[in-house]
T-cell receptor, first 116, second 122 residues
Framework: AQKVTQAQTEISVVEKEDVTLDCVYETRDTTYYLFWYKQPPSGELVFLIRRNSFDEQNEISGRYSWNFQKSTSSFNFTITASQVVDSAVYFC?????????????FGQGTELSVKP | DAGVIQSPRHEVTEMGQEVTLRCKPI?????LFWYRQTMMRGLELLIY????????DSGMPEDRFSAKMPNASFSTLKIQPSEPRDSAVYFC????????????????????FGQGTRLTVV
């Protein structure tokens, strides 16, 4: 069965620290997508990244980077030099339905608190 | 594009009343999703449509919940009668398939979410 696990419920760091949010997924499909979304205190869900199962290249976008490892079924997210504005709940999600619009299975989320 | 638009943003209603949540997807998107977010269950898919047709409603909790998509630019989620346990944030999202070459579908885009409707049933 498909499942996304974010074992860290809450993380608290001090500004400028690096922080990694863990995501482990389960799927029987060979073709799937992985996502990260950010939910700031205002409540909306903001897309951060999409990765398909054929592309294991790590990605860097500014202070954000993602490490996708199929061997361990993990898709971890690292924020370098964290800032107070990074405080939010971060969700990892899995979509198994290739070419079907992509209904998402979400992890429980990790609440990140960055203190000044 | 204005993004996915949901209304109302907040709704407070009494138990037993009918509640209707509304969603306007991004123009050109042919998939529409309704999600619910609660502390206990997190974010869960309720139903999704493709080209206005319901594809998977297995997440709809019970018969009190119904969803429609009469056209490509509008969808509703109705709860009748509402109960306190329906209190949650309801999100609408839309997406489409992306192509690298005209006419050749490559895969799924990300889902774009609306601001959500915070429903409180008292």
């Amino acid at each position: 069965a498909q499942k996304v696990t974010q074992a860290q419920t809450e993380i608290s760091v001090v500004e400028k620290e690096d922080v990694t949010l863990d995501c482990v997924y389960e799927t029987r499909d060979t073709t799937y997508y992985l996502f990260w979304y950010k939910q700031p205190p205002s409540g909306e869900l903001v897309f951060l990244i999409r990765r398909n199962s054929f592309d294991e290249q790590n990605e860097i976008s500014g202070r954000y980077s993602w490490n996708f490892q199929k061997s361990t079924s993990s898709f971890n997210f690292t924020i370098t030099a964290s800032q107070v504005v990074d405080s939010a709940v971060y969700f990892c999600a899995l979509s198994e339905e290739y070419n079907q619009g992509g209904k998402l299975i979400f992890g429980q989320g990790t609440e990140l608190s960055v203190k000044p | 594009d204005a993004g996915v638009i949901q209304s109302p943003r907040h709704e407070v209603t009494e138990m037993g009343q009918e509640v209707t949540l509304r969603c306007k997807p991004i123009s050109g998107h042919d998939y529409l999703f309704w999600y619910r977010q609660t502390m206990m269950r997190g974010l869960e898919l309720l139903i999704y449509f493709n080209n206005n047709v319901p594809i998977d409603d297995s997440g709809m909790p019970e018969d009190r919940f119904s969803a429609k998509m009469p056209n490509a630019s509008f969808s509703t989620l109705k709860i009748q009668p509402s109960e306190p346990r329906d209190s949650a944030v309801y999100f609408c999202a839309s997406s489409t398939l992306y192509t690298e070459t005209v006419g050749y579908v490559v895969g799924n885009t990300e889902a774009f979410f609306g601001q959500g409707t915070r429903l409180t049933v008292v």
